[in-house]
């Protein structure tokens, strides 16, 4: 998975501006009607997140709020997976809510993760679907990434029922986006 590697700092904007990388179907194969879409990228402070998906009408909790849970909404999510094992789990929701978990092996909550420090967030909601723009301290974050992470990208999108975005489902099995096989080698890419 690319991750876009910046000396200077990046803005919103440029964020915005980079190219995504995506995928058109759920985890079973059924087209979306917007493909989710993701870029990531790293400035000399922050780890930032682009992430576009469909749905943005159900959301949990309040912008800018820490709330554990989005998950049982419409939420983007980035796993970042260290050499060692544990990794460290970010969530957005469509109204800016965010939540953050570490984890020292498969499912194992870190007893006490640290909160990273949230620099900026913007969401934006339109027919069908949502995107956002994210980008946390890079100081505060408990996994690094490096070009020695793992990444996995995935969402959740309702309706009647729930839709499985993942940026690499393993064939054959249930959504989980905590397995192994989810998760991606780094390429660091210099910004376009």
Known sequence: MKVYKSPNLISPEQMLALPRECRGTDWYGTPLPTSLS?????????????CALPGGERSLASHGEFFEGLWEGDVAELFIKSPSGEYQELNVAPSGAWWSVTFDAYRV????PIRPNLRYISTTISAGEWSVVAAFSRASMEIS?????????????YREQPSFLSS??????APDYHLPEC???VVMTPPC
Do not use: I, N, Y
Not at 145 to 157: A, E, N, R
């Open 183 to 185: 998760f991606q080698p």
């Open 109 to 112: 909550r870190r007893t006490l």
């Open 145 to 157: 990434v490096t070009d020695q992470s793992l990444l996995h990208v995935s969402g959740m999108w």
């Open 38 to 50: 993701w870029s990531v990228a790293l400035d000399s402070e922050s780890l930032w997140f682009v």
């Open 168 to 173: 690499c489902p393993p064939q054959d099995l």
